[in-house]
Structure formats: structure tokens, C-alpha cells
């Protein structure tokens, strides 16, 4: 698919005549307290071409690190490199990808794209198990986010948007479809949606690939003044079925302070404490929340016209262990944005944040 | 006598003919700013005490229910697209892959950091579903002083001075609840097509800041017998 992707790209792309092209860059400097630090410079390139029935967008990114780039810190009480789960540290390297590569192939109600493009199924902001097709976490500012690839076929009747998802990894077994139904409604909003996925699940002991079935349903409404959503999700693997439930509100008070809070619930999350086989687990699969009851908080205030701080935060609510930014940014002048962020998490040794020292970023950029 | 009974007379007829009833010119004001089933291409500039931006925008009305906006360039390289399904409107995030709901509360914001809200843009009920209006003549104008009589009107009292020759504002006072003047906002040339007068020109200044001057010009005005439902859908909005 891949490579038939590329072929009808190259085809194209003479026929592409004009295009808008956007340049953003940033520079970014990462310090991990009293342990090391190193910067990077980063170059987003965008283009795009679309008439009245095709669309072509790409999106290419250029990512030079300078100095020590080592960051990974690991749980401070388990010992990986026994067990040769985790090397002490990640040495990042100069990338240079397309990070989304796709066509779009539409007429009024209909809509066919294929390439390298996000795809989102769930109304949360930070974390839902409902975003199968891609997840990256909000709290990663340093590795390059590269979306895999897709094709959607997209069809709307009025309110009501009907999608087919098909991601094609690189094995078949690992490959993944979805079916989402969309109704649009002034009171609620709501989406029910139907996926299968197999999954490559890790122990120390065995390597097993299990197949999921996903069904999902969401609803979003403003009618009560905040906006409220919620999802139920269940998730049926090997003939048990896993229940998650979702609810969030947000609100803009006085036009100047932002509040997104949103409560996860994982009926089959782990009970705390957490064994060092759990932490283990979690990291051979990358899982990324582990617990039973999150609390998740996005606030944002606009403290002048040019100056917004803003916290983000996962807490666990098992082991009261929390993860949070805080940042504070300022746009100077258009076209300029410079901000100051720092990560801090606060938990014992084998709370699901454990105490990591505080990573300081700044960062400043440019588009045009 | 004679000459007194035909001056009475005449005063009435002029009276009668001259003088329009408020609900006439109501309507031909909301004929002229809630049209259905128009395609536009414009341009804005965006001034600020700092510096200048420039885009251009698509905007497809069908109804009050029914409104798309594109983005289709501008000068810091965003680009955006909204759709308005009923009282929602949501915007599509082209780096995300997804579109998020704009709420309610957000809606009054400027659009694009314009001095034109999201409201102002994708607004288009007609005045008397959302204010209780009074109307008031004077030499050159008619003066409409617009409540608001619904929770989501976008601005609680506005006054409007109707041009008498071809029922478009002049110009209109965007006023607080506190009666402070918050905005202002001009129709600087417009454009007869079929009967309807369309602002072809508009200008707003946002009043609480220093200089914040928003300018459209609409380009091309595209009036349909019918626009399809397909655009105004999730599927092309996420295209």
C-alpha cells in the first residue's frame, strides 16, 4: 500500500502546479535538572494543494539535536538492565521525516484519503483508549511525532458521517479497522464506534498476540451552558470484556481562564500498590496508564493579551501520584512565539508517576 | 379653503407613501443581511497597533443553520475550516486530524484574533428571531435599537443606522450590558444583485483596545438557487 501510495504521489505531483507552503521553526532547549541537557532545532515544512475535488498535503519535518540526549529515567527501585527490558538511556538522532503524507479525494459528501494522517475517534483532550488508530502522550515534548498509515473513506447524508478506517501496519496480524457512525444534534452530539485490532501483548516469560474488539459510544452536548461529554467503551479480548467510562466538562470563565477536566475510569486498571511484574509489564508494552481512577486537568489563562499560562496534569487517583506541565508563553510579535515549560511529577518509588527530577524546556519559533 | 383641504391631503398621502411601517423595513433590512444560499470568496485584513495580517476566506450560507468557512490563506500561514450545524459550530485542526466543537462560550472570541467574532462570521437568523427592536427615524437613517430577546444573541444591545435608499446599515454600536460601546461597525460599499443589497465592504473596530481594525471585502458574490446540504457536513470539513 505503501508503495503504491508513493507511485500515485509521484504521478501527481507534476499536476500540482501551485501550492501553499508554510515554514515553522523552532528552537528548543531541554534541561533535566542536575542531570544534563541539549537542544534541538526543528524545522516543520507544509504543503498543501487541493482543488474542488483532490487534495494533497505534506507535512515534513527536520529535527537536528545538539549535545547529550540522553533522557530516559527509569523507575529508581527496578533494576532493568538485569532483565534487558530497558537500556539506561535513549540517544535521540537527527530525523528527517514526513510525518504526514496523504491524499484527499472528496466531492461534496464523499471522501476517500489515504496516506500518512491522524485519525481520532474519541471527544477527550488528553487520553482516551478509544484513540486506537494513534496516541501520543501530551506529556512527550521531545520525540518526533510521525502518524501511520492510513486509508478512511468518509460519507455524510446531513447530520450523520459514517467512516471506515482501515491502518495498515506492518504485519497483517497488528493491522487495524474501524467502523464510526457520527450524528450531529443541537442537544447531543454522538458517535458510536466499532473496531477490531490484534494486539501484541509481552511478558517476561511469552510473547502472545491477542485480538480485540472495541465498541464505543460518545456523547457531547453544550446545551446545559459547560460542555459535558462522555464515553463508554468496552473492550472484548479473549472472551472478557473490559469496561472504561469517561466524563468530562469545559468552560472559558470571563473569557480569560480555560478549564478542561476530564475522570477516566479502567474497571480492569491494576490495583495499587503496583508490583515490580506490573511496572515491568508496562514498559515491555508501553502501556501508558496502568490504574483503575484518573483525573485529568487542562487550565489555560490568559493573563494579558499576548501572555497565557497553562497547566496540564494526569493524576492518579490510586496512588494520589501526579504528572504535570506547567507553561507560561508569550507571543512578543506575530509570527513569534516563545514559551518556558516544566515537567515535574510528584509520587514515591512505585507510584505510576514516580519522583523524577523536574525537566526544564524553553522554547522559541517562528512561522511563515 | 380648497388649497387648505389639498395640503391636508397631500400630507397624508406623502404620509402614507413615503413614511414605511416598521416591520417594512425590517424586513427589507434582514433581506439584505440574512441571505440564503450564497457562496462568497473575501479577503480580510487584520490591523493592530503592532502589525498587519491578511487572509482569505469561503464562506457557503445556506440557511442560519447552515454555514462553512474556510480559511484558504493568510499571511502567518494558518489556514482553518468551520462548520455551523444548528447552534454549533466546529472547527477542523488540520495538524490534529480532528475537529473540535467550539463552545458556546468561545464563541464570542475573535475570529482568527480578528475584531469580528466567531458569532459575527457565521451569524445570519434574522434580527427580529434574535432582538426586540425599536425603530427609530431621523433625517438620514432609521435607527434600529436592538435587545437581545434570546440567551444566545451575540451581543446583548446594538443600535444600527439603516441607510433609507437601500436598507443596509451604515453603520452599528455594539454596546455592553453596562452600556459601554464595545465595538463599531461600518459597511463601506455594497454590491445590487437580484434585488438584494449585499455589504460588500465592512469594516469593525474593536474599541477596547488600542487599534484593532478588521476589514472584509467581499470579493465575489455567488448567489445559488439552491446550495446542497454536502457541505455542511463532518465529511467535508474533515477532507
New interface residues.
Partial sequence: MKKLLFLILIFLSPFLFSFDLNFNYNYSYFYFYKINYFSSHDLVIDVENSNDFLKFFAQFDVRIYQGDSKYEIPYPDIDFSIIGVMPTYIYLSNQYKFTQLYLSLFNEGMNLKIGKFPVKSSFSEIYSPLDIFYFSSPFDLITLKEFPSNFLFSFSKKDITLSFVYQDNQDFFSSKEGLNLEYLNQFFNSRFFISRYSQVRKNLLSIDSIENYLFGLSLLTEHFGPALWNEVLILRSNGINKFNLQFGWDYTFFEKFYINQEFYINFRGLKTPYSDINIINKYLNKDFLIGRYYMFLTSVFKVKEKINISLNSILNLDDRSLIGVFNLSYNPINNLLSSISVVKTFGESKDEFYRIPAVFLFQIGTKF | MAKKIIFLLSSIFSILLFSYDKDYILERVEKNLSVKNVIYRASMKIEDD??T?DMELLLYIKDEKNVYVEVI?SS??N?SRFLK????MWLYL?????SV?I????L??GFMGSSLSYEDISENRRLRDVYDINVIEDEKYYILEMKAKVEDAPYKFKKSYIRKDIFLPYKEEIYSSSNRLLKEFYIEDYEKIKDVYFPKKVVMKDLL?KKNITTVEYKEINLKDKL????F????L??
Avoid: P
Fill in positions: 503592532e502589525n495580517r490563506s502567518d500561514g489556514r450545524k444548528d447552534n454549533s488540520t495538524s490534529a486530524g480532528r466543537l463552545k458556546g462560550h468561545m464570542k472570541e483596545q446542497s446540504d454536502n457541505y457536513t463532518k465529511t467535508y474533515e477532507r
